[in-house]
């Protein structure tokens, strides 16, 4: 078969552009700097020369990817098949078309339309019916309204809005409409929002979702009892939301009774007969057969080809036509078996999540109508009667309804990060409230979504509502025992999905709103660093990024084996280091100038007592050098130390005098929170009481006294030399003069230590704090002195 050159390079052109697109391949530029600013999207001027396909191509390419190379993401661009090629193809031919003589494009578009037409009237049941095919979902019932205004007002297109003034035209609505539609209608229309009437869906009996019929009745008798025309009526086949279907029969009854039009949306293709009982109908095959950038349809039933015309249903362009080509090609590619194939598809995988989901403890669905909706709705939802292990959950639940909607909104938005295929979302519906919605309808299509991945949607939704139920039962437990502690604030945040927030307040009372703000930041974010540094399995964050409450800890999902009360006491704990640890250091800071300053009073007191005992010649510096030669003269203007742990001022004398270091203070260890863990057992964990006995929380303690972890209040016992060990060390120390004195219990020596001696000098410093050690090198230091001055 003979093929046009020109469809064929086209056909070529479109086939390398799709395979550029979803494969992502770059041509490696050696200059990556270059790169960086040919990718950039700010305007630049046109290039004086062409560029070719391939180079085009490229550049919308490394647009469409410019944030992903430098954050990389997941999203990419969805695999659209052979059925999308064939979509993207019908633009480009649409445009080629366009250029053909009159003749043939009219022959040519006319036989495109009249296809369409046909296949569509004929899937869809909607005998004797044309179409309108549009962009905007909502041009087409904008079209028919129209159409129905030339109908009902003959002066219409002669006398314009004045022809309404006899009779005020009315459009009904079900409140569970697409939000801003009626709106739209009344701005595009020229008619005042008195026009516009919203009836509500029933609340005592029947679905809470479907229109109530007998309101509208009542509505429509008052309308036309002030001399208003009921004029169309929009109905749902398939809420946007949740998947609803108004009682159609009933309805039309009723339009047929008033003389009104009757328009369904079918967003989800829930009812079948829908379109047999409606006056117009708007499908959306895009979605539903995973076709990209096809337009929408609305089939309707109307015989003067003049008010089509004046409606702008129908129009004497015939490139307006050619809008029908993309659908026109695809719905051959797939075929009438292939298109049922994959409604059917759609429809199997709703059922078999609801199924499902009925097995499930703890979710509940939406209400079903008497027809199969292919839109599944679900929610977590518990019973809250049940006291939580803490206390009672009255008092608490004042806000049930938001804590249940976070709920569920972090359910929804886990559920699509860990089974993207399965396209969930979630939805907020006025009377369940905040849901998760599955429609593979219109999704499955373009994700491919099968059976195996709702599966695996019922699996992680069967180890998600576990940890729903925990963190929703030990909210209270957690807010109790945070009010147990009265350094800790429990913050109320229903929109938290966790366990809950809290702050950690200073004790300090001195302090003004500034300073005292500043240390609450500064506490809280040091804490929040500390709690994130532990080994647990909780998720501790500062809390929404644009959240209402600053400064606060929060704690994410909970499970059932975690230990409240010792979550509490480590924040409480951990704030408390905190603060004293602060406090100490600002106190030491004190301790220290004021130290200085003493010290410094202290050595000018003793320059000039120096002064005075040496004498005015020692001052002169060749006569005083002579002297000191002939005749020394020991100072006695000594330094000055200061001890942070007494905040007392001594004599660097001592220190000087030393010959070597006999030990090293050794700095208190931080109180740390530590609780009675087994070996392994992760933080804020309840161990089990069958496997816990006495024997194993002895074994326990020893594990832990065997490496080393201390009770923060138990104090260091005090260390013992053995009388063997003593015997040895005297042996070795030399003989200490006369009027020194050497401690018996800690062993510091005032002869020279030795290697084994160091130990004994550290375990002394220990027992005996900052107390300054004098070595007996000191009396050796004080004999040559003496030794000199004789001399």
């Given at each position: 078969?003979?093929?046009?050159?020109?469809?064929?390079?086209?056909?070529?052109?479109?086939?390398?552009?799709?395979?550029?697109?979803?494969?992502?391949?770059?041509?490696?530029?050696?200059d990556g700097e270059r790169r960086r600013f040919s990718r950039s999207s700010i305007p630049g001027p046109l290039q004086r020369d062409g560029q070719d396909v391939a180079s085009i191509l490229q550049l919308v390419q490394n647009l469409m990817h410019e944030e992903e190379e430098d954050t990389p993401s997941h999203r990419r661009m969805q695999?659209?098949?052979?059925?999308?090629?064939?979509?993207?193809?019908?633009?480009?031919?649409?445009?080629?078309?366009?250029?053909?003589?009159?003749?043939?494009?009219?022959?040519?578009?006319?036989?495109?339309?009249?296809?369409?037409?046909?296949?569509?009237?004929?899937?869809?049941?909607?005998?004797?019916?044309?179409?309108?095919?549009?962009?905007?979902?909502?041009?087409?019932?904008?079209?028919?309204?129209?159409?129905?205004?030339?109908?009902?007002?003959?002066?219409?297109?002669?006398?314009?809005?004045?022809?309404?003034?006899?009779?005020?035209?009315?459009?009904?609505?079900?409140?569970?409409?697409?939000?801003?539609?009626?709106?739209?209608?009344?701005?595009?229309?020229?008619?005042?929002?008195?026009?516009?009437?919203?009836?509500?869906?029933?609340?005592?009996f029947g679905s809470q979702h479907q229109m109530d019929v007998a309101l509208l009745d009542k509505l429509i008798k008052e309308d036309m009892e002030t001399g208003k025309l009921p004029l169309l009526l929009i109905a749902n086949a398939g809420t946007p939301w949740a998947g609803h279907t108004d009682k159609l029969g009933r309805l039309k009854?009723?339009?047929?009774?008033?003389?009104?039009?009757?328009?369904?949306?079918?967003?989800?293709?829930?009812?079948?007969?829908?379109?047999?009982?409606?006056?117009?109908?708007?499908?959306?095959?895009?979605?539903?057969?995973?076709?990209?950038?096809?337009?929408?349809?609305?089939?309707?039933?109307?015989?003067?080809?003049?008010?089509?015309?004046?409606?702008?249903?129908?129009?004497?362009?015939?490139?307006?036509?050619?809008?029908?080509?993309?659908?026109?090609?695809?719905?051959?590619?797939?075929?009438?078996?292939?298109?049922?194939?994959?409604?059917?598809?759609?429809?199997?995988?709703?059922?078999?999540?609801?199924?499902?989901?009925?097995?499930?403890?703890?979710?509940?669905?939406?209400?079903?109508?008497?027809?199969?909706?292919?839109?599944?709705?679900?929610?977590?939802?518990?019973?809250?009667?049940?006291?939580?292990?803490?206390?009672?959950?009255?008092?608490?639940?004042?806000?049930?309804?938001?804590?249940?909607?976070?709920?569920?909104?972090?359910?929804?938005?886990?559920?699509?990060?860990?089974?993207?295929?399965?396209?969930?979302?979630?939805?907020?519906?006025?009377?369940?409230?905040?849901?998760?919605?599955?429609?593979?309808?219109?999704?499955?299509?373009?994700?491919?979504?099968?059976?195996?991945?709702?599966?695996?949607?019922?699996?992680?939704?069967?180890?998600?509502?576990?940890?729903?139920?925990?963190?929703?039962?030990?909210?209270?437990?957690?807010?109790?025992?945070?009010?147990?502690?009265?350094?800790?604030?429990?913050?109320?945040?229903?929109?938290?999905?966790?366990?809950?927030?809290?702050?950690?307040?200073?004790?300090?009372?001195?302090?003004?709103?500034?300073?005292?703000?500043?240390?609450?930041?500064?506490?809280?974010?040091?804490?929040?660093?500390?709690?994130?540094?532990?080994?647990?399995?909780?998720?501790?964050?500062?809390?929404?990024?644009?959240?209402?409450?600053?400064?606060?800890?929060?704690?994410?999902?909970?499970?059932?084996?975690?230990?409240?009360?010792?979550?509490?006491?480590?924040?409480?704990?951990?704030?408390?280091?905190?603060?004293?640890?602060?406090?100490?250091?600002?106190?030491?800071?004190?301790?220290?100038?004021?130290?200085?300053?003493?010290?410094?009073?202290?050595?000018?007191?003793?320059?000039?007592?120096?002064?005075?005992?040496?004498?005015?010649?020692?001052?002169?510096?060749?006569?005083?050098?002579?002297?000191?030669?002939?005749?020394?003269?020991?100072?006695?203007?000594?330094?000055?130390?200061?001890?942070?742990?007494?905040?007392?001022?001594?004599?660097?004398?001592?220190?000087?005098?030393?010959?070597?270091?006999?030990?090293?203070?050794?700095?208190?260890?931080?109180?740390?929170?530590?609780?009675?863990?087994?070996?392994?057992?992760?933080?804020?964990?309840?161990?089990?009481?069958?496997?816990?006995?006495?024997?194993?929380?002895?074994?326990?303690?020893?594990?832990?006294?065997?490496?080393?972890?201390?009770?923060?209040?138990?104090?260091?016992?005090?260390?013992?030399?053995?009388?063997?060990?003593?015997?040895?060390?005297?042996?070795?120390?030399?003989?200490?003069?006369?009027?020194?004195?050497?401690?018996?219990?800690?062993?510091?020596?005032?002869?020279?230590?030795?290697?084994?001696?160091?130990?004994?000098?550290?375990?002394?410093?220990?027992?005996?704090?900052?107390?300054?050690?004098?070595?007996?090198?000191?009396?050796?230091?004080?004999?040559?002195?003496?030794?000199?001055?004789?001399?």
């Amino acid at each position: 078969m003979m093929v046009d050159p020109t469809l064929a390079e086209m056909g070529k052109n479109l086939n390398q552009a799709m395979k550029i697109f979803e494969d992502g391949q770059r041509p490696s530029e050696p200059d990556g700097e270059r790169r960086r600013f040919s990718r950039s999207s700010i305007p630049g001027p046109l290039q004086r020369d062409g560029q070719d396909v391939a180079s085009i191509l490229q550049l919308v390419q490394n647009l469409m990817h410019e944030e992903e190379e430098d954050t990389p993401s997941h999203r990419r661009m969805q695999n659209v098949g052979e059925q999308g090629h064939m979509a993207l193809l019908g633009h480009s031919l649409a445009a080629f078309i366009s250029v053909l003589d009159k003749d043939r494009l009219r022959k040519l578009t006319t036989r495109i339309a009249s296809d369409t037409t046909l296949w569509l009237s004929r899937l869809f049941r909607y005998e004797n019916g044309s179409a309108y095919y549009h962009e905007d979902d909502r041009e087409g019932l904008l079209k028919v309204c129209r159409l129905v205004i030339n109908a009902r007002y003959e002066d219409y297109t002669t006398e314009g809005f004045t022809a309404l003034n006899s009779r005020q035209p009315v459009i009904y609505q079900s409140a569970t409409c697409r939000p801003g539609l009626g709106q739209h209608l009344c701005c595009q229309l020229g008619l005042p929002l008195s026009s516009l009437c919203t009836v509500p869906c029933n609340t005592m009996f029947g679905s809470q979702h479907q229109m109530d019929v007998a309101l509208l009745d009542k509505l429509i008798k008052e309308d036309m009892e002030t001399g208003k025309l009921p004029l169309l009526l929009i109905a749902n086949a398939g809420t946007p939301w949740a998947g609803h279907t108004d009682k159609l029969g009933r309805l039309k009854e009723l339009c047929e009774q008033y003389g009104m039009w009757l328009h369904v949306n079918m967003p989800s293709l829930c009812l079948p007969q829908a379109a047999s009982r409606s006056d117009s109908i708007t499908l959306t095959l895009g979605p539903w057969l995973g076709l990209p950038a096809v337009p929408a349809v609305t089939l309707y039933r109307h015989d003067d080809p003049a008010l089509t015309l004046a409606a702008g249903l129908t129009s004497s362009q015939p490139v307006e036509k050619l809008r029908a080509l993309p659908l026109w090609l695809s719905l051959q590619y797939l075929g009438h078996d292939g298109i049922v194939e994959k409604i059917r598809h759609a429809a199997e995988l709703s059922q078999q999540l609801l199924e499902k989901l009925k097995t499930l403890a703890s979710i509940k669905t939406s209400v079903e109508d008497e027809v199969n909706s292919p839109v599944v709705v679900f929610r977590f939802s518990q019973e809250t009667s049940a006291a939580s292990s803490g206390g009672s959950m009255e008092g608490y639940f004042a806000g049930e309804r938001e804590v249940i909607d976070t709920l569920n909104r972090w359910l929804g938005e886990r559920l699509a990060q860990l089974v993207p295929a399965s396209g969930v979302d979630v939805v907020e519906l006025e009377e369940e409230g905040t849901c998760v919605r599955f429609s593979p309808l219109m999704t499955a299509a373009v994700l491919r979504t099968q059976c195996c991945d709702v599966d695996l949607l019922v699996e992680q939704l069967t180890e998600l509502v576990p940890i729903l139920s925990c963190t929703l039962r030990l909210r209270q437990d957690f807010r109790e025992e945070v009010y147990r502690h009265s350094a800790l604030s429990y913050i109320q945040d229903l929109s938290w999905p966790g366990l809950g927030a809290v702050r950690y307040e200073p004790r300090g009372e001195e302090l003004d709103d500034g300073k005292r703000q500043q240390e609450v930041e500064k506490i809280n974010s040091e804490l929040l660093k500390k709690l994130g540094d532990l080994d647990a399995d909780l998720i501790f964050s500062t809390g929404p990024e644009f959240g209402p409450e600053k400064d606060c800890i929060f704690i994410g999902m909970a499970t059932e084996d975690l230990d409240v009360s010792e979550l509490v006491d480590m924040i409480a704990t951990l704030g408390r280091d905190l603060e004293e640890s602060g406090r100490l250091l600002e106190n030491m800071t004190e301790v220290v100038r004021k130290g200085i300053q003493e010290a410094e009073l202290q050595l000018q007191k003793a320059n000039e007592e120096k002064l005075m005992e040496e004498g005015v010649l020692r001052q002169i510096p060749l006569v005083g050098s002579v002297l000191n030669w002939f005749s020394p003269f020991q100072s006695t203007v000594k330094g000055r130390t200061f001890n942070l742990a007494a905040g007392s001022l001594d004599s660097t004398e001592p220190t000087y005098s030393m010959k070597a270091q006999t030990g090293v203070v050794a700095s208190p260890e931080t109180p740390t929170f530590s609780s009675k863990r087994l070996p392994g057992q992760r933080l804020f964990r309840r161990g089990g009481s069958d496997s816990h006995s006495e024997t194993s929380s002895v074994g326990q303690a020893e594990d832990l006294s065997k490496e080393g972890v201390h009770s923060p209040s138990a104090p260091t016992p005090p260390c013992v030399l053995q009388p063997d060990e003593v015997t040895s060390e005297a042996l070795e120390r030399p003989q200490v003069p006369q009027g020194q004195e050497v401690n018996p219990l800690t062993s510091q020596v005032l002869a020279q230590p030795e290697a084994g001696q160091q130990e004994d000098g550290q375990m002394g410093t220990e027992e005996r704090g900052m107390e300054k050690i004098q070595p007996e090198g000191q009396q050796t230091i004080e004999e040559s002195q003496e030794d000199e001055t004789g001399r």
